[in-house]
């Protein structure tokens, strides 16, 4: 597959990407490698991406836990103490191979370690693939609230081998695919029916829906690095997705949702407020609820959980003067940013949601 060009770096897939990274290590001379995995990253995929690596440059491993609730300065402290023992210096290298939790975070690290040393994003998921490692969003979360704490830098390149989706669960899987399915609701009608239907989809189909769907993102953040315009559309889903993300993480009696289950939630609650305030269609209303319900199974929302998720979302990073803004949409394809919802119309998406 072609590299794609995105903002100062470039996205590079398959064999040839290795040939890339080889030969910036070539030309660049880092004075270190630091590979940034977790523990499941460090047993399921650094082996077989060491072998692909050509360099007599001193390698270093740092280990982080995996998972959402790491994603946070403490674990970020750790990582920069690390660093600091092992002597990285400003033409150290540091490799991110993970998730969106290694890339957000160790891009973070790294653009902040000394002032910035250069980092390159290796996503072993399908959602660090087509989402968290692509546009130059690191950071970390601030307790219960996401992506907080962070900065918006680019990575030398960005490398993708979809041989690592291997290792993935199948919920691993789906929280990526949600992502794939926002990408075709808010940029390419066309992209959203090919996403529709997965039940014959193969591992070749695969790899061209990832290409098509980076190429979705990356065309929205060449445009607009700081989401200062079209690229607020990327959040489509996400006001109240996050919200239910965060809700759910600190909740002692709620089993954790994965980023794209809660996004996926929060997509079918969006086009219910679509519906009400942008006149989307009724039957892609429903379209979009029945292909989300297809892959994700339904999450249970007591009365009770509507009020602490509602409240969440004064959090999110798109509101300004004390605003809430949702990305809404007026069809499929055609997003609307900057729109205001009450809080009675999205009690009433939770129970389209759940009817």
Known sequence: MKSIASVKNFIHFGETAYQYLNNYLNDNNPSKLFILVDSHTKELCLPSFLQNLATSIEIEIIEIEPGESEKNITTCNGVWEALTELDADRKSLCINLGGGVVTDLGGFVASTFKRGIAYINIPTTLLGMVDAAVGGK??????????????????????????????????????????MLKHGLIADSSYWNKMSDLSQL?????????????????????QDLNEDGIRKTLNFGHTLGHAIESYFLESNEKETLLHGEAVAVGMILAAY??????????????????TILKTFPKVDFAKEDLAPIIDLMKYDKKNSHGIINFVLLSSIGKPIIDCQVSNDLIEKSFQFYSE
């Open 138 to 179: 690191t950071g970390v979360d601030l307790g219960k609230l996401k992506n907080q704490i962070g900065v918006i830098s680019n990575a030398e390149m960005v490398l993708i081998d979809t041989s690592f989706l291997t290792t993935l669960s199948a919920n691993e899987m789906r929280s990526g695919l949600a992502e």
């Open 202 to 222: 193969t591992l070749e189909d695969l790899d061209e829906l990832i290409y098509e769907s980076i190429l979705i993102k990356n065309n929205i953040v060449t």
């Open 273 to 290: 407020l679509s519906n009400q305030l942008q006149n989307l269609d009724s039957n892609q209303t429903q379209e979009i609820k029945q």
